[in-house]
């Protein structure tokens, strides 16, 4: 298991001076976040950014996410020329030494909470999800209000798009990431590059977008339809987890075995039960005693069954005054690393 973090590049206040400092670090996860969404990422950008990040004492070998263009999970005919793109952008990370690609196949939204900084009992605040609040949002009727969401698009573009995934059910989009994944991940096996695909968070259908990428179910038949180890998942323990159908520490053994989890978010929820049954959680601290996941459980399933992918912590809360990014600041984030750095040395050894 080799440890990284998140870093969200030059302008993230959680600098690489400060990452490269938490303990058993090897490097750091990020993106070129000036290019756009569709276009191909130039080698020499890639470079620039790796020289960067190796001149900070860290290495650049998993990037998350290379966003996949809506064009290409709606399977319109502009696809195949941003295809070629995605491809491009494979073989110029490969040949920059990159080993993981994170992305995920989720329509138009690629997480949803209902608040970011949910405020806990110690005092600290963390994103939570409410479904009472979910439940009452209405994105064709009201403007757009969805926390971490609100300027990413206009009320039309958001409208035009909510209105063409309306002939994309879940059948279709798993065609669509299927017709995807069979002209890439031949390339991705001839530069030696890994496809990690991140869960959807949360697991389930929102606002009458399709997301298939939920259960064990879907997820074998995402690796039936391309069968490639070049083809595998971004164990996000929190994205999965919100369902509690799913039985991560089977799943990770399962996946490990067959040397298909390239990546692992490891992060905690609590669930909170509410008087009228309706789903409500909020993020927690990453050790396994903090929140409803077996942490503990789920870092051993990978290691027996050979698990030697990337790591990182994945949010944190807002803790010790902090106001960072929500979910990406640094001081739980740091301490949820060390907990699973010697979470893993533990079980390696024992
Ligand atoms: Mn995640």
């Known amino acids: 298991m080799k440890m990284t973090f998140r870093w969200y590049g030059p302008n993230d206040p959680v600098t690489l001076d400060k990452i490269r400092q938490i303990p058993g670090m090897t490097g750091v996860v990020t993106a070129l976040y000036t290019i756009p969404v569709g276009e191909v990422w130039d080698l020499p950008s890639i470079l620039a950014l790796k020289k960067q990040i190796n001149d900070a004492g860290l290495e650049m070998e998993v990037i998350e996410s290379v966003p996949v263009h809506e064009e290409i999970k709606l399977g319109s005919e502009k696809r195949d020329a941003l295809i070629d793109n995605y491809i491009q952008t494979i073989r110029n990370l490969g040949a920059a030494g990159v080993k ?9 939204f690629d997480w949803v909470r209902s608040e970011l900084k949910f405020r806990t009992a110690d005092g600290s605040n963390c994103l939570a ?8 949002i209405n994105l064709e009727k009201q403007s757009l209000s969805l926390p971490g969401w609100d300027e990413s698009y206009t009320r039309d573009q958001l409208k035009g798009l909510l209105e063409r995934y309306k002939s994309v059910d879940g059948e279709k989009l798993l065609e669509n990431m299927t017709y995807f994944l069979g002209r890439i991940i031949p390339v991705c096996e001839e530069c030696d590059v890994r496809m990690a695909v991140h869960p959807d968070d949360p697991p389930w259908s929102l606002f009458g977008l399709p997301r298939i990428i939920t ?8 690796f039936a339809a391309v069968d490639s180890p070049y083809n595998g998942i971004t164990l996000c323990t929190g994205s999965l987890g919100a369902d509690r159908h799913n039985d991560l520490v089977r799943m990770a053994g399962k996946y490990a075995k067959m040397g298909r989890v ?13 008087e009228d049954g309706k789903l409500f959680f909020h993020e927690s601290p990453h ?3 903090c929140g409803s996941l077996d942490i503990y459980g789920i870092l051993k399933a990978l290691h027996d069954n050979g698990f030697e992918g990337y790591t990182r912590p994945d949010h944190g ?11 990406y600041g ?8 060390t907990y699973l750095y010697g979470l893993w040395e533990a079980i390696s050894k024992a």
């Open 129 to 136: 999800y409410d479904q009472h609040t979910i439940d009452g």
């Open 100 to 108: 993981v690609i994170c992305y995920n196949f989720m329509p138009v």
């Open 287 to 289: 050790p396994t005693a």
């Open 330 to 337: 640094l001081y739980d984030r740091a301490l949820g690393a």
């Open 262 to 274: 390239h990546f692992l978010h490891a992060r905690n929820i609590r669930f909170v039960e509410q």
């Open 215 to 222: 259960s064990e179910e879907q997820i074998d038949r995402l």
């Open 317 to 327: 809360r807002n803790i010790w005054g902090e106001d960072g990014k929500p979910g």
